[in-house]
């Protein structure tokens, strides 16, 4: 029946799937539109960002489909304008939005019940694009109204930057909770360490606090120090030596700069490990004098990852306020939908990779 294929084929979007834990399964799908169940909200994607994380699990090496499903819609960096939106839910056509990744455990523990999802202490959250919930890489997707954020409409396809700047949003917070632990404690030194995203995205909150931010990352040219500077941060091409930081914020995850960073800071110092290292390899160090100073000058080593309702809030605010000349400078490459394999082939001088819906 003709007529019935077409009305099948205009009732269909298009989807970037991967089957987890298969290697190379990425592929542009024809799905059907997006359930109901997924939320009330109705959204027409603009536009995806691309991490490392969509990079592990189209290896093959991460990520979980939906129950019942073999194949995961991937994607969790969202952007998009509500297309259709309940009466009185804090959304109305028109707005720029995007969604959060995390949902809370169904049991929920103790931090999940509190609205502190990205603590969750028993591992039964789910994830938008990465753990059985299908995410946001299609033309159009479906949110709960509790789980979509509003953005700036001045943002513009900016705004696709939320979520990276909610993860480091929380890592701020947690180092301002902790730093509070002594009444006295006045910060003025920050080391970020690894100018891609994520670190070029920690200076920038770093900076809106007033403190002197300085920026390490083993590229000596190219797009990486032009940003730092330009934002008003010190970049170090080497390790910066005599440096006694009063907060480090360590994005890269490489082992060797980890274990650097956990003996620079002075004094009190707050050390946050957002970066997550892939493992298998071992490094010989001096335990015993590591554990000494940070006992003996109270430092303070965490990790921090994910982030809640609040910090994309946060993250929100801080990218309402920021020069978007600036932050259109973290987007290094823009690929339409229909070049979609491209987006995720690692490119020299590449910061930030964007999925463009409307190319």
């Excluded at 960096?77 to 969604?99: I, K, M, N």
């Excluded at 730092?228 to 360590?250: F, M, N």
């Amino acid at each position: 029946m003709p007529g019935r294929r077409s009305f099948e084929k205009y009732h269909c979007m298009l989807a970037l799937t991967v089957q987890p834990g298969l290697a190379n399964s990425l592929q542009l799908d024809t799905v059907p539109p997006p359930p109901a169940s997924d939320g009330a909200v109705l959204v027409r994607a603009l536009a995806l960002g691309i991490c490392g994380t969509d990079r592990e699990i189209i290896n093959g090496d991460y990520g979980w489909a939906p129950p019942g499903a073999q194949r995961l819609i991937l994607g969790h960096e969202s952007l998009g304008r509500v297309e259709s939106a309940p009466a009185g839910c804090g959304f109305t056509a028109g707005d720029l939005v995007a969604g959060i990744v995390r949902r809370p455990d169904p049991v929920p523990c103790p931090a999940c019940a509190a609205g502190e999802w990205d603590m969750c202490r028993n591992g039964q959250y789910t994830e938008r694009g990465i753990k059985q919930r299908n995410g946001y890489g299609s033309e159009q997707f479906r949110v709960e109204p509790d789980f979509l954020i509003k953005l700036d409409p001045a943002l513009d396809t900016l705004g696709v930057l939320l979520e990276p700047t909610s993860v480091v949003a929380k890592a701020w917070e947690q180092i301002e909770r902790i730093g509070s632990r002594a009444a006295a404690w006045q910060p003025r030194v920050a080391l970020v360490t690894g100018a891609g995203p994520v670190g070029l995205l920690a200076a920038f909150l770093g900076l809106q606090r007033g403190l002197d931010v300085h920026l390490y990352d083993h590229n000596a040219d190219g797009p990486k120090p032009i940003l730092a500077r330009s934002l008003g941060a010190t970049y170090h091409a080497k390790p910066p030596k005599d440096l006694s930081p009063d907060i480090v914020i360590e994005c890269t995850g490489a082992d060797a700069v980890v274990l650097d960073v956990l003996g620079i800071g002075g004094s009190d110092s707050i050390v946050c490990l957002t970066g997550v290292s892939s493992g298998g390899r071992s490094i010989n160090f001096d335990v015993g004098s590591l554990n000494r100073d940070i006992v003996l000058e109270n430092r303070v080593v965490f990790g921090s990852v994910n982030a809640n309702r609040r910090h994309y809030r946060a993250a929100a605010e801080a990218l309402a306020k920021a020069d978007q000349t600036w932050l259109g400078g973290l987007i290094t490459r823009r690929v339409p939908l229909s070049r979609w394999h491209e987006a995720f082939d690692k490119k020299d001088g590449d910061i930030k990779v964007v999925l463009d819906f409307n190319a």
